[in-house]
């Protein structure tokens, strides 16, 4: 079955420095990876999305994230952190065929930016 | 492009009551899917709508939830008698290909209590 490994429930950083949010995922066929961003009190923004292109995806606000097969990850980083970034992130995969799909979830992420 | 609409943002219902969601897609938006989050869990899918059709109700907690999609418009969700184990914030979300080619959009969710 598919399913989204998300290392890390609580990651904190100082700003400026690197954010690396871990997603591993597993599926049996060629994947649709998501990575979407909660911040408090708002819905789930998307972030990026890969979609079998280019395996480095860049996406909103400096963040990417990088699709690599052989270690079955899609990890996100950003160079540099902001304290806007602090917020919950979340990895997902597209499951399913035909037409039906659905989104798996990982468990998310809670970035704090340290001043 | 006017986003996901969703209301109500929060709703606090008595144990036994009933509560209706509701969501407005992205118009055209053919898909729309309703998914969940337990506090401290993750993301859980509910179902899915292709137009006015349910397309797959597999994550759907048991027979005191109905979802409909009128026309294949907006869509609610029934909780008929509400328990305490149905908060969460519901959230909903639209697309105009299953797979997610084009990603999905979210709203901000509603969060509903019960007590």
């Known amino acids: 079955a598919q399913s989204v490994t998300q290392l890390g429930s609580h990651v904190s950083v100082s700003e400026g420095a690197l954010v690396l949010l871990r997603c591993n995922y597993s599926?049996?066929?060629?994947?649709?990876l998501f990575w979407y961003v909660q911040y408090p009190n708002q819905g789930l923004q998307l972030l990026l999305k890969y979609t079998s292109a280019a395996t480095l995806v860049k996406g909103i606000n400096g963040f990417e994230a990088e699709f690599k097969k052989s270690e079955t990850s899609f990890h996100l980083t950003k160079p540099s952190a902001h304290m806007s970034d602090a917020a919950e992130y979340f990895c997902a995969v597209s499951v399913g065929g035909g037409a039906t799909n659905k989104l798996i979830f990982g468990t998310g992420t809670l970035l704090a930016v340290q001043p | 492009e006017a986003g996901v609409t969703q209301f109500p943002s929060h709703s606090v219902i008595e144990k036994g009551q009933t509560v209706t969601l509701r969501c407005d897609p992205i118009s055209g938006h053919d898909n729309l899917y309703w998914y969940r989050r337990v506090m401290g869990k993750e993301i859980k899918f509910l179902l899915h709508f292709v137009k006015e059709s349910k397309q797959d109700e597999s994550g759907m907690p048991n027979n005191r939830f109905l979802a409909e999609r009128t026309g294949g418009t907006y869509s609610t969700l029934k909780v008929q008698p509400a328990e305490l184990e149905d908060s969460g914030v519901y959230f909903c979300?639209?697309?105009?290909?299953?797979?997610?080619?084009?990603?999905?959009?979210f709203g901000s969710g509603t969060r509903l209590t019960v007590v």
């Open positions: 599926s049996s066929v060629p994947p649709y």
């Open positions: 979300a639209s697309s105009q290909e299953s797979r997610g080619y084009y990603g999905y959009t």
